[in-house]
């Protein structure tokens, strides 16, 4: 058995004593693998988070009092959406098409408000679990620490010449939180446990366990509406319920448990079980009538768990975590950054500093985080992942389909971690059902369609409280054709051709049938979308009116070209629907062309219009570019170019998730340099400072590496940590370019285990920015073109089939 803190001890390199049981050292420096800090955490932001892709915990680790932040993944307000709450909003497009025909853009915007719905519902906190303990004097010696290859986290201190060590994991395997507490001289553990939510629950003790039964909100309103009379709605018979279970396993010392608390007094050793299940019985099922049996579930998961030592529980957990993280390494060559914690890592970074191993650990974070907050069936990572504190969160903490839920999986292909991606596969077979009426309701099409924000219950229409809403972000509708690229996406890298008929081709196929009704000719013949808009961003009229609503926006465009052209190509490799793959085929022709403006810039508008915001984060235009594949600078130089002066006029100042966009599009425009200057910034620090934050204040990294919108958002740690790998390799079904965008600072290095389209596995050795050995692994069989520079080399492998060779 491993035994994770003495295995720690015994495979630790040597450092200057920060704290030690046997005067050991504990880490190696500059850690690419290990968060530690020299102090407890004080904000949200420092703390140090677990999850086993359903249930999550936020540490702080704190000496007199650890507070530990628990959520669930399914634990959501609300309950299942009325698709049909606007059922005529359709008969509103005539006029609305009619004023866009007029060139007048401020009827236009006028009558899009009447096609909204509600707002979606929020993801939940589920509570504080509070761990007391009695300490008569200050510690000494305090650290704690993540190990991202383990997913174990370890406080440790000394008080009074005593050493305690708390250990936590949440295993996947056994759906169970574990906490090991030691004290280093026996019977000096006392502790209690307490727990606190600001949702409804009731507490109750039975012998050695605390249970927690609550409830969700059957209705939040959303954050960003700000004060209003009875945001947050409960009622005893609605919402989601949830049952939470602690247990204390003991060696010695005496449990006291009373109605609130259980403590344990005069111990050396406990151990701590913590299991979490919610009533969530699917998107379309009441969780209070038709939910599971959450305190069923809760009590066999942890009957099973504490049947076990906890050894037992982390062999299995180690084994279940590292089948997944220790797919990838990468080493971007030597490292003279001093040893410090991580805040202090960031801090020294963002001065110009060197620091490889920082770059390295935050993408690995990401990878990380992705396996952490992204294991359950149909229910995909939120704007948080799993880790959320507030009861009105941020930006409700949904599903917003603009960029950031997408942006969320752009690392679970090429990072080796396709399974991660499927729960936000299933997802997607959910919101196609609602999206179904959406489209005929919303737009009188047929296919499906989804707009900018979702939930658990796959919520899909437009949002705004019907009529309340910015038409700028509200009345967006190309959520269900950005969503479809995922299962195109999907298929390219797994070539799992079962997939691609069963699930993603029906789906693809509604979306692109959504679209091409969707469509409407200009005045010239070209086929565009009316009414449209760009993504929160919006244009002046040579008249001075700001607006929103116009016909043929870029991004509508682009995101339907690349569906056009992945739903033909599925059709191609299925051999099935040739007549609708020739209308797919025909409207692609007609589409209204890319326009390059007066200042050479890629327009995002169909005229060529000012942006009120010039320098706005969103970047939607270039979709083609990145996450899309049909502008690039060898197929399309002169729209490449184009890109390159948008973002250029844009500026490299913005906020988390769109600096991991933008790292992307510059990886992809094949200046590793640019990309690189990006991915700095992207890790500038950011002091925590909670919701108050703003995204004027731009973005960044908070101290434990949480992405910094800010406030904090998940999606930017994803898309940066993809950005590296699109910086390393870049792939298609023909081909595989080795290390196409590679910074100068990174001239020497080594990666193994990235995943390219046709399902390979690729391992790079580099010097001087030169491929030097490469390895390729063909899990299906396939043939594909190697390229670096100028030199190439055509490969055709058998399944399960590895070269490896000089370049």
């Known amino acids: 058995m491993i035994k994770p803190f003495a295995y720690l001890l015994k495979t630790a390199s040597v450092l200057p004593v920060l704290f030690s049981l046997v005067s050991v050292n504990l880490l190696s420096s500059q850690s690419a693998h290990t968060l530690w800090f020299d102090r407890p955490a004080e904000h949200f932001e420092e703390t140090l988070v677990l999850g086993n892709g359903k249930a999550g915990a936020s540490i702080f680790g704190g000496v007199a009092t650890d507070s530990i932040y628990l959520n669930d993944a399914t634990l959501w307000s609300g309950e299942p959406v009325d698709p049909y709450m606007n059922p005529e909003a359709y008969k509103n497009l005539p006029a609305i098409r009619e004023a866009l025909k007029n060139e007048n853009y401020k009827l236009a915007d006028s009558l899009q408000s009447k096609l909204q719905g509600s707002f979606s519902q929020s993801y939940m906190p ?25 997913a174990l986290s370890t406080v440790t201190y000394k008080v009074d010449g005593i050493t305690f060590t708390r250990e ?27 727990f606190n939510s600001l949702l409804k629950y009731e507490l109750a003790t039975n012998g050695p366990t605390l249970e927690v039964n609550g409830y969700a909100p059957y209705h939040v309103e959303p954050s960003y509406r700000g004060k209003m009379p009875n945001p947050v709605q409960f009622d005893p018979n609605r919402g989601t319920r949830f049952t939470t279970l602690f247990k204390i396993k003991h060696t010695d010392g005496k449990l006291v448990g009373t109605d609130h608390t259980l403590a344990l007094k005069d111990a050396t050793e406990a151990i701590i079980y913590v299991s979490i299940a919610t009533s969530f019985n699917g998107f379309d099922k009441n969780p209070a009538t038709e939910g599971l049996d959450h305190k069923a579930m809760a009590s066999s998961q942890l009957s099973k768990a504490s049947s076990k ?152 229409n437009p949002v705004g409280d019907f009529g309340q809403g910015g038409i700028n972000w509200a009345n967006w509708n190309m959520g269900g054709t950005w969503l479809s690229s995922h299962l195109w996406e999907h298929y390219t890298f797994s070539q799992d051709s079962d997939f691609l008929k069963n699930r993603a081709y029906p789906l693809l196929k509604g979306a692109a049938e959504f679209c091409l009704e969707w469509l409407v000719e200009d005045k010239d013949g070209n086929l565009v979308t009316s009414p449209g808009t760009s993504p929160e961003n919006k244009f002046i009229t040579p008249d001075g009116y700001q607006g929103a609503t116009l016909y043929g926006s870029t991004s509508d465009l682009a995101m339907i070209r690349e569906c056009f052209q992945q739903t033909i190509a599925a059709s191609e490799i299925l051999k099935t629907d040739a007549a609708f793959r020739t209308q797919l085929e025909k409207a692609l022709a007609k589409l209204y062309p890319y326009q390059v403006g007066k200042k050479g810039n890629l327009q995002e508008w169909y005229h060529d219009w ?64 640019r990309a690189y200057k990006q991915y700095r910034e992207l890790l500038r620090y950011v002091a925590p400072d909670g919701v108050r934050a703003s995204y004027e204040k731009g973005g960044g990294t908070y101290p434990n590496l949480f992405d910094a919108h800010p406030p904090f958002q998940i999606d930017g740690n994803f898309g940066g940590a993809a950005a590296v790998v699109e910086m390393l390799v870049q792939s298609s079904l023909q081909e595989i370019r080795l290390l196409p965008a590679l910074p100068d600072v990174w001239a020497n290095g080594s990666v193994e285990g ?17 491929p030097t050995k490469v390895k390729i692994h063909s899990v299906t069989g396939g043939s594909t073109v190697l390229k670096h520079g100028t030199k190439q080399k055509e490969l055709t492998l058998k399944p399960n089939e590895t070269v490896e060779f000089n370049w």
């Open 309 to 460: 030592p906890f050894d037992t529980l982390f062999e299995a957990h180690l084994k279940d975590h590292q089948k997944y993280f220790n797919r990838v390494h990468l080493n971007l060559g030597k490292t003279t950054a001093e040893d410090l914690p991580t805040d202090e890592r960031l801090k020294r970074y963002a001065k110009g500093e060197e620091d490889k191993n920082l770059e390295v650990l935050y993408f690995q974070y990401g990878r990380y985080l992705l396996i952490s907050s992204s294991r359950t069936p149909n229910v995909p990572a939120n704007l948080q992942g799993i880790w959320n504190p507030y009861i009105r969160p941020p930006w409700s903490s949904n599903y917003t389909l603009n960029i950031n839920a997408e942006e969320n999986y752009w690392l679970a292909e090429n990072a080796n971690l396709s399974e991660m991606h499927q729960p936000m596969l299933g997802f997607i077979e959910n919101i196609a059902q609602t999206g179904k009426i959406t489209a005929k309701t919303f737009y009188g099409a047929g296919g499906w369609a989804a707009c900018h924000n979702s939930d658990i219950w796959a919520m899909s």
């Open 126 to 150: 589920l509570g504080t679990v509070y761990l007391n303990f009695e300490h008569k004097n200050q510690p000494q010696s305090y650290h704690r620490q993540l190990e991202l290859e383990k």
């Open 610 to 673: 000012e942006d009120v915001d010039p320098k706005h984060r969103h970047q939607s235009h270039l979709y083609g570019l990145y996450p899309g594949h049909h502008i690039s600078p060898e197929k399309t130089p002169e729209l490449a170019d184009a890109t390159r002066t948008t973002l250029n006029i844009k500026g490299d100042e913005t906020t988390g998730w769109s600096k991991g966009w933008r790292i992307n599009l510059w990886a992809r425009l094949l200046d590793g340099n």
């Open 168 to 194: 936590y994991f949440i295993s996947h395997t056994d759906q169970a939180m574990v906490i090991r507490l030691k004290s280093s001289k026996k019977a000096t553990l006392n502790f209690n446990i307490g």
């Open 754 to 770: 990235l995943k390219a389209r046709g399902n390979f596995e690729v391992a790079i050795t580099w010097n001087n920015k030169v």
